[in-house]
């Protein structure tokens, strides 16, 4: 079953995109490529999603539980 798109977001130069969904997964995906380059894990149903304008590594989630999440573009291994 298709997951539902609840948000996407643009980095400034559109190298990268994120979205998330209702059932709580985040994208973060290679524009240029048109693939998802990391699958990022969250707790809660994040309903917006947003670059941060100040630095773009970094994205941030709006979620149900009341939180907000801050997200690395290049997340460690």
């Avoid at 969250?42 to 309903?47: D, E």
């Amino acid at each position: 079953m298709p997951d539902i798109v609840r948000s996407i977001a643009l980095d400034e130069d559109a190298s990268y995109g994120v979205s998330c969904s209702e059932h709580g997964s985040l994208l973060l995906w290679d524009i240029a490529a048109a693939v998802v380059a990391v699958r990022c894990a969250c707790p809660a149903v994040a309903r917006v999603v947003k670059f941060n304008p100040t630095d773009k590594d970094f994205f941030l989630a709006a979620c149900d539980d009341g939180w907000i999440r801050v997200y690395s573009v290049n997340p460690s291994p």
